[in-house]
């Protein structure tokens, strides 16, 4: 059988802020095609880890390898070429509201490539009817549900044939139906395009939908990585409680009280 | 150049050579470009050495495709890799372009 290709690598990743760590020496590895997904609980350090991964964040120590580049050794402009292979889905759909719809979609092959204003406008359509937004382009984004934000969110991160796209909490604030559409969309844009995926998000439902792999993040480690098959029979109590969604476990999801005592008078 | 324009039984026929994408796809639609403000009325697009089409390569045959309708010129694609066609397929553009095998099948269907 064939080795998976690697196309994202964390080696030892740690990051504090102030004197809180945030990341404590994070090491995974993410295969090409493959849906990836990262759970954890709020403050787990998810997200920061997405953003050292694009490059948005360095590591205290550790390294990151993105599509076989060490991004500790890479300059700027060679972080731009990098980032030209992903697309970005952000948690808010991050959609310049005074475009429309289409020039939110285009704006990367807009001012990154050499494209004619009628390709691009062609592109735009093409990327609309994969998310199920046929004709949407000449609205506002004010006109909009929010699932549908999501949904041109997801065409402008597929806009310029990305080999991978990074999903920052995609259905966080969606009804289930509409969050359901949201999931399954990731799930055949992964397999039709061959791209891979790799998702933020504590939506257990969307986790045993999407997910090929998982890792489980607490407290700025990760605690195991398997199939969503191998997560649901995890032995861990900390696994087993964050996919039963049980208040009771080892995961503290408040203060200790005297910390909140000691607080109050510091 | 990534085309190159040659002619058989009276058509004109373009040969395009390796990636079509967002870098090259701008140098691939000017000879197009200019066969369109001569209104060739048929072409043929050889695609047996293209390795690999993205979307805005697609967009630039749509474009090319659509620029020709507007004087009633007709395009076929031939000599497509499976992996290029299956991108079609999954782009639903098979419906919109006359795709054959090969030139030979252009030429019969043209004439």
Known sequence: ?266 | MPVKIGNRNGLTICYVEGEIDINTSPDVKKPFDKLISSKTPKIIVNLSKVTYVDSSGLATLVEILKNMRSYGGKLKLSNMSSKIKSLFEITKLEKLFDIVADEEEAISTFV
């Open chain 1, 1 to 266: 059988m064939m080795e998976p290709e690697i196309v994202i690598k964390a080696d030892n990743v740690v990051k504090s802020f102030g004197d809180r760590t945030i990341l404590d020496g994070i090491s995974l590895e993410i295969y090409k095609g493959e849906t990836f997904v990262i759970m954890g609980g709020s403050g787990c350090g998810k997200s920061t880890f997405l953003r050292h991964v694009i490059g948005s964040l360095k590591p205290d120590s550790g390294k990151i390898f993105l599509l076989g580049k060490d991004l500790s050794k890479i300059d700027e402009n060679e972080m731009d070429k990098v980032r030209m292979k992903i697309g970005m889905c952000f948690q808010s759909s991050a959609l310049f509201d005074s475009m429309t719809v289409g020039d939110n979609v285009s704006i990367g092959l807009r001012e990154h490539t050499k494209l004619d204003k009628s390709v691009i406008d062609i592109v735009v359509k093409m990327k609309l009817e994969m998310v199920g937004l046929r004709g949407f382009e000449n609205l506002m984004p004010s006109a909009l549900s929010g699932g549908m934000r999501k949904r041109v969110g997801l065409a402008r991160a597929i806009s310029m044939d990305p080999e991978i796209v990074f999903y920052d909490e995609p259905t966080a604030g969606l009804d289930p139906i509409v969050a359901g559409v949201i999931d399954k969309l990731i799930v055949d844009l992964s397999k039709k395009l061959n791209i891979t995926s790799v998702v933020v998000t504590h939506d257990m439902k969307s986790v045993f939908s999407i997910a090929d792999r998982v890792a489980m993040f607490y407290e700025g480690k990760v605690l195991e990585i398997g199939t969503p098959e191998e997560m649901k029979r995890s032995k861990n109590p900390m696994i087993q409680q964050f996919t039963s969604g049980s208040p009771d476990g080892p995961i503290r999801f408040f203060q200790q009280k005297d910390d909140y005592l000691e607080r109050l008078v510091a």
